[in-house]
């Protein structure tokens, strides 16, 4: 017998996330050394937000050389910008965006102080507290197999997604970029606001078993870091 879920406006993250900060030191294994660009010869601090984390995604920002602590959905802006982390990652997490405005509040509050990374919930969450909106899907994007578009050099990259929401991009006021479209329903993939030093991306990068094309996201992440640290 089926059943249907309902998931709107239901926070599903407060059941996920973890109870209190961790920190993360677990790296992927050689497999993934099939990036020779991995590590940067710097440590990078980050403060992970926990929507429901990926453990592929730690281990991923562990390998190219960050310092990671894991943090609650519910921890406060106030105390991630406490220990200037070099840049914080925002989570993928389950189920409806609008259903956690806690979490787009913690957003708003770290925009533009840190360089912030937004991996689809995440990215979701990035694409309200720039002032857009996001929409359910009529059938959400899952699996292996999704071609996107990465506007900033034209490349596509094959893609592993697992999403039944997304980011509306005629809803983003003036500033932000879509830099990532998913060509088989043209939707949102991929935001920047670099002004802000903001980049997201709606799928995953760390996916294992999964495509690698989008791993270079994390490099650019670092690059993002490094930047940002070197014009302080
Ligand atoms: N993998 C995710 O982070 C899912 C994103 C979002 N909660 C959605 O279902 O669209």
Redo the contacts with the bound molecule.
Sequence with gaps: MSRSWD?VGID?ISGVTCNAPYEWVDKTKSDWDFNSNGRDQETYRVVAYD??I?HNILRRLASYGCKITVVPSTWPAAETLKVKPDGVLF???????SAVPYAVETVKEILGKVPVFG??????LLGQALGGK?F??KF?HHGGNHPVCNLLNGRVEISA??????VDPASLPEGVEVTHVNLNDGSCAGLAYPALNVMSL???PEASPGPHDSDCAFREFIELMKSTKQAA
Excluded: E, V
């Design positions: 998931i599903l929507f429901g990926k989570s993928n997490g389950p189920g409806d965006p991996i689809c919930m995440g990215h979701q996001t359910k899907m959400g997604q697992n999403h039944n929401y997304a709606q799928y995953h």
